[in-house]
């Protein structure tokens, strides 16, 4: 189920901001956001056969979490595929987190809405961490809800301001503590 839909203008590029609590999340989000979309994933997933060669195909831009200047060049990258009129899809808070729990967000999402101009859509995906959480192999099914929350606009707000009010905006719609 997705709602909010109505939040996004149409021919405008976004940079949407995720929960990650499953590896449902990152299908979701790719599938379901209505936008031609690139996506970010942690570097260990390009060695996976098949998976990997497709990431490149996709949009899926692999960023190396352990190196700064490294992480730095992915979201280069990721400018890149916006300048040619693509959203963009971050799990803001490097990992997948446990039910009930929403980590904290590391900056470079934001570098990237600020670089760009494009404004950020906060988005709060529910139900995927009881489907197939973190650290298990089994998926159950059920229904998967991602709600587009209304767009942030990056003018005038410097990075500190913009991670504040995204992660308050998930952590409302989730109902858990920010």
Same mark, same amino acid.
């Given at each position: 189920?997705?709602?909010?839909?109505?939040?996004?203008?149409?021919?405008?590029?976004?940079?949407?901001?995720?929960?990650?609590?499953?590896?449902?999340?990152?299908?979701?989000?790719?599938?379901?956001?209505?936008?031609?979309?690139?996506?970010?994933?942690?570097?260990?997933?390009?060695?996976?056969?098949?998976?990997?060669?497709?990431?490149?195909?996709?949009?899926?831009?692999?960023?190396?979490?352990?190196?700064?200047?490294?992480?730095?060049?992915?979201?280069?990258?990721?400018?890149?595929?916006?300048?040619?009129?693509?959203?963009?899809?971050?799990?803001? !808070?490097?990992?997948?987190?446990?039910?009930? =729990? +929403? #980590?904290?967000?590391?900056?470079? %999402?934001?570098?990237?809405? &600020?670089?760009?101009?494009?404004?950020?859509?906060?988005?709060?995906?529910?139900?995927?961490?009881?489907?197939?959480?973190?650290?298990?192999?089994?998926?159950?099914?059920?229904?998967?809800?991602?709600?587009?929350?209304?767009?942030? !606009?990056?003018?005038?707000?410097?990075?500190? =301001? +913009? #991670?504040?009010?995204?992660?308050? %905006?998930?952590?409302?719609? &989730?109902?858990?503590?920010?």
């Amino acid at each position: 189920v997705v709602k909010g839909k109505e939040n996004l203008e149409e021919n405008e590029s976004y940079v949407f901001i995720s929960n990650h609590r499953s590896y449902l999340d990152t299908a979701m989000l790719y599938c379901y956001s209505g936008r031609r979309i690139g996506l970010v994933g942690k570097k260990e997933l390009v060695k996976i056969p098949i998976f990997g060669y497709g990431m490149g195909i996709a949009n899926i831009i692999a960023i190396d979490r352990s190196n700064p200047t490294k992480a730095k060049e992915s979201m280069q990258k990721a400018r890149k595929v916006m300048d040619d009129g693509y959203s963009f899809g971050v799990f803001a !808070e490097g990992t997948r987190a446990y039910p009930n =729990e +929403l #980590l904290p967000f590391k900056k470079g %999402a934001f570098h990237l809405a &600020l670089q760009t101009g494009a404004p950020i859509v906060p988005i709060a995906i529910k139900n995927t961490d009881w489907m197939m959480g973190k650290k298990t192999g089994t998926a159950f099914s059920g229904e998967i809800e991602m709600v587009l929350l209304p767009s942030i !606009e990056t003018d005038g707000f410097d990075i500190k =301001e +913009l #991670l504040v009010k995204t992660r308050m %905006a998930i952590a409302d719609e &989730l109902r858990v503590e920010s």
